[in-house]
Each structure stands twice: as structure tokens, then as C-alpha cells.
């Protein structure tokens, strides 16, 4: 079999994408590529001849050649059933006017299912078939070159490395609670009182006690009103009680004698 397809993109295009099996495998019609297979090119191929469909389990091989050619290899099982097919090409790209030829010459061994059909069906099918090849190869999108590794960093003058100090160098301003830090009140040039009297009491004590200190000052608890009656109270009221029930008692009693 020999067949031409026009191709119109650059000849080293179409060579570069023939070179890449990623981009055989997207344009090969019909091509459902298997995860991970990238040489060979392996998966399954469903292909409408006629009225009937097939579809095909294989590999498809694509080797570069000294002469600037291809070397295609494939062989496929039916899916469901035992037919095969073998096939062996010869990929030739030529410059042409506004673009490229790709040259195909090769033979193809089959039996099963395909057999069974028109010869001529058959033909005009695979010609089909690699006529859609060619285009989605000059379709696809060139392989996006590597880039450059980057160069190594020119070293740094040396002042410029003097002049970067370490974060572990730079100056720790002391802590709030610190006796010697200097404060900075805006509002008068002395602290309130209060905030130097907390100021005094938490310093040189625990963080645990600061915590469960209770507050001082005007956030003092306000404390409850006593309901205990004092004890100087009681001191007189209860010889007092005693008088007045003795007295009680003896009006009784002068009460009954006059009657």
C-alpha cells in the first residue's frame, strides 16, 4: 500500500512530532492509550469499517531511521474475538509547497472479522484512517523546548555581605516587665499610681501568681454587706431582754394579789 497525505507545516515539524510517541498517540483516531504506556505505544483502537465497528487491543512501535524516515511496527488482537493484525510502514516526510508530504509505504497482514469484508471498504478506510493521522500530527502543538539551566549566581561583593546581619544579631529590646527598661508615659512625665503599684507587686513573682493575683485598686472587688449583727450589740441588749421579762413578771404578780 502507498498513500500521500499534505501535511501543511514545516518538514523538521512534522519529523519532531513523529519523534515524540505522546504525540503519535493523540493522533492516532480512535486511539484509547493506556496509563503509563509511553514506548511502545499500547491501548485500544475501535475503527468503523462500513456498518461494523472493531475494536483492537495492541502496540504501535515508531523508530527513527538514519535517511531522516520512520520505521512503524504494530501488532493488535481483537477485543472480543481472535482476529489479528499486523502491519509494517515506512513514514517518509518531504518539503512541498506551504507545507509538508508525509510518504506512506508499507504492508498490513489481517484475518477475523475484517476479512469478512469488502476489500475495497477496507482500503478506503485505512487510507481514511492515516489521512486523519497526518492532520492531527500537524495540528498538534509542538513540544515545548527545556529551558536553560539558570546560570550560577555571580558572587557577592563583600560589603554588600557585611552589610546584611543575621536575624540572631540583631538588638532584643527588653521586656515590658523589665525593672531596668526605660518607660515612656506621654501623658504625664510619672506613671499613675496604680500602674506603679501593680507594676512593684509583679515583679519578682511567678507568672502563676500574677495570674491568680487578685486586682488591686479601683477593679478591686467591692465587698459584700455584713448580715451578722456585731458583738458589742449583744453585750447590752441581752441584760436588757432579762430586765424587761423580770419586770414583767412581778406586775403579774401584784396584778393577782389585789384581786
Given amino acids: 500500500m502507498e498513500h500521500e497525505v499534505f501535511v501543511p ?37 475501535r475503527i468503523r469499517v462500513g456498518g461494523h465497528t472493531i475494536t483492537y487491543r495492541g502496540e504501535l512501535r515508531v523508530s527513527p531511521r538514519d535517511d531522516d524516515a520512520f520505521t512503524v511496527e504494530g501488532d493488535a488482537t481483537e477485543a472480543r474475538g481472535t482476529g489479528t493484525v499486523t502491519l509494517a510502514l515506512t513514514l517518509r516526510v518531504t518539503e512541498a509547497d506551504g507545507g509538508s508530504t508525509l510518504h506512506v509505504h508499507g504492508t498490513a497482514t489481517a484475518d477475523g472479522r475484517i ?4 476489500p475495497d471498504t477496507v ?11 497526518a492532520e492531527n500530527l500537524g495540528a498538534a502543538e509542538p ?10 549566581a555571580p558572587d557577592e561583593p563583600e ?15 527588653p521586656p515590658a516587665l523589665d525593672p531596668l527598661a526605660d518607660d515612656d508615659f ?14 512593684r507587686t509583679m515583679i519578682g513573682r511567678s507568672a502563676e ?35 424587761v421579762v423580770a ?5 403579774t404578780k401584784a396584778l393577782r394579789r389585789r384581786r
Avoid at 476479512?115 to 469488502?118: A, G, I, M, P, Q
Avoid at 506621654?186 to 503599684?197: G, I, M, Q
Avoid at 479601683?218 to 447590752?236: D, G, K
Avoid at 419586770?247 to 406586775?251: D, E, G, P, T
Fill in 247 to 251: 419586770s414583767a413578771i412581778v406586775v
Fill in 9 to 45: 507545516v514545516p518538514p523538521d515539524r512534522l519529523r519532531a512530532s513523529l519523534a515524540d510517541p505522546a504525540q503519535v498517540a493523540r493522533a492516532v483516531p480512535g486511539l484509547q492509550r493506556d496509563a503509563g504506556a509511553e514506548r511502545p505505544v499500547a491501548g485500544r483502537l
Fill in 115 to 118: 476479512t469478512e469484508l469488502e
Fill in 209 to 243: 501568681e500574677v495570674d491568680h493575683a487578685p486586682p488591686r485598686g479601683r477593679y478591686a472587688p467591692v465587698p459584700a454587706p455584713q448580715t451578722v449583727v456585731p458583738t458589742e450589740t449583744l453585750r447590752w441588749a441581752a441584760p436588757a431582754a432579762a430586765l
Fill in 143 to 152: 513540544a515545548a523546548p527545556e529551558a536553560p539551566e539558570d546560570p550560577e
Fill in 159 to 173: 560589603q554588600e555581605q557585611e552589610q546584611r546581619t543575621s536575624v540572631f544579631e540583631a538588638e532584643v529590646p
Fill in 123 to 133: 482500503d478506503s478506510t485505512t487510507r481514511r484512517l492515516l489521512t486523519r493521522f
Fill in 186 to 199: 506621654t501623658d504625664s512625665p510619672e506613671p499613675p499610681a496604680e500602674a506603679a503599684h501593680a507594676r
